[in-house]
């Protein structure tokens, strides 16, 4: 008897667990968005930032004198950027590489620069082009990869950083992207450019 009592204790717990985490599933709600659209959830620096900034700062760097001047010096040749370090100076973790590949995209789909492979994988380029240097001598692949690899004329660095006024529950949150374009061979700064983000937030849970 006990026994039995006992087998439907057990059951009436392992129910009543399985009911309680169906019912905390349940409450889990996932749509699909346009990955274009603003949005925020802590009021943090995401996507939306990087993606407007970029739209900002790389429009006004292509205006610029520096660039007819660099075509006109060079037989209309586009110039080849390379983007640097991108500086974190704000409190909070931000993924530099989603803002590097929003300056990446709209400098090479504007049709008006050429784009060179930044430091994180030139060191995979260059095994592949020792590869199919190799190859080459076999006739393996085209010959031309031994001609060797062009450098960049220009570096872009730059700098996020923000300026929180917080009370309480409620926060003003000041961002400022300033980049600039440095001419690899003078070290003259050719351009400087600044975008701001200003988020206004309440029901903070949490400290900037």
Not at 77 to 91: F, K
Not at 178 to 186: A, G, K, Q
Request: hydrophobic content about 40%.
């Amino acid at each position: 008897m006990d026994t039995r009592r006992n087998r439907s204790t057990v059951a009436a717990i392992v129910a009543l667990t399985l009911a309680a985490l169906l019912t905390a599933g349940c409450g889990t709600k996932v749509e699909n968005v346009d990955p274009t659209t603003e949005g925020y959830v802590s009021g943090r620096w995401n996507d939306s930032d990087a993606q407007a900034t970029a739209e900002i700062l790389i429009p006004d760097c292509l205006e610029k004198p520096w660039l007819p001047e660099f075509r006109g010096a060079h037989d209309q040749a586009r110039p080849r950027i390379v983007i640097g370090d991108i500086e974190n100076n704000t409190s909070e973790h931000i993924s530099k590489d989603v803002f590097m590949n929003e300056l990446q995209r709209v400098l090479i789909n504007s049709g008006l620069v050429r784009f060179v492979a930044d430091e994180g994988i030139r060191a995979d380029l260059m095994r592949e082009v020792e590869w199919q240097s190799e190859m080459a001598k076999g006739g393996g692949v085209a010959g031309d990869v031994s001609s060797g690899v062009s450098g960049a004329d220009f570096m872009m660095l730059g700098t996020i950083s923000s300026v929180v006024d917080q009370a309480g529950s409620k926060a003003i949150v000041f961002y400022q992207v300033d980049l600039s374009l440095i001419d690899l061979r003078s070290w003259e700064k050719v351009w400087i450019g600044s975008a701001k983000r200003k988020h206004l937030v309440s029901g903070a849970k949490t400290r900037f």
